[in-house]
């Protein structure tokens, strides 16, 4: 607002951002229960991403229910299929880690599990901003995301390190769950992962014009 300065310019953009939050929030509630839970989560993940990555884009002025249905429906079907195909590596994972931890007891190969499953939630992270900022055939997101995590792995590691601030904050007050938990969680997750997207996307291009100068 244009008479507003200072400290108190800075006041309302805070709250502006959190009114939209906890609207995005409950957005992502309803149309998780419209899915009836399971089938819901995913899509409704996934359209919370989208708009928290088009606030980093095109600012915080956007017609965020309209933009969110739609992004859910069209993408309801195929957000799902990604969902399944994230759940049965995560539960193949979190099944190998507790036969490992109870029967196996190999130092070596739980450390390669406990790699796994970093790399594994990494690329799960990226995955997100991959499937709204890229048209890519299905299985190429997979590998697109992990080559991205691998390629900034700084961002990759902020990603995962935000999650424990969240922690505590949810322990401390956990009215933020039931006001703002996904949108809130996910807000710092999809930051660094549209970092990580751009900078790796501006070193392809930096390559590509010092290749294309040399011919």
């Known amino acids: ?6 400290f108190f310019k800075i006041l309302y953009s805070f ?28 899509p409704a993940t996934l359209a919370t991403v989208y708009i928290i990555h088009k606030w980093f884009v095109e600012g915080f002025d956007i ?26 590596i995560g539960l193949f994972l979190y099944t190998d880690y507790h036969i490992s931890k109870q029967f196996i007891q190999s130092f070596y190969f739980h450390s390669f ?13 990226h995955f997100h901003t991959s499937f709204i900022r890229y048209d890519l055939k299905s ?6 995301s992990l080559l991205i995590g691998l390629a900034r792995p700084i961002e ?24 703002m938990g996904s949108s809130l969680t996910l807000y710092p997750i999809v930051w660094f992962s549209y970092r990580a997207c751009v900078l790796v996307e501006e070193k392809r291009e930096r390559i590509h014009k010092e290749s294309t100068s040399l011919l």
């Open 139 to 144: 299985f190429h997101y997979l590998k697109q």
């Open 156 to 179: 990759s590691m902020a990603m995962v390190i935000t999650l424990l601030p969240m922690y505590y904050l949810y322990n401390l007050f956990p009215i933020f769950i039931v006001f």
């Open 15 to 42: 709250g502006n951002l959190l009114a939209k939050i906890m609207f995005l929030h409950i957005l992502w509630l309803v149309c998780t229960f419209l899915g009836l839970g399971i089938f819901g989560l995913f």
């Open 1 to 6: 607002m244009p008479y507003l300065n200072g």
């Open 113 to 125: 599990l406990i790699i796994l499953i970093v790399l594994f939630t990494i690329s799960l992270f």
């Open 63 to 88: 017609p965020i229910m309209r933009q969110y249905w739609y992004f859910y429906r069209k993408n309801f079907l195929k957000a799902n299929g990604f969902g399944l195909i994230w759940g049965t």
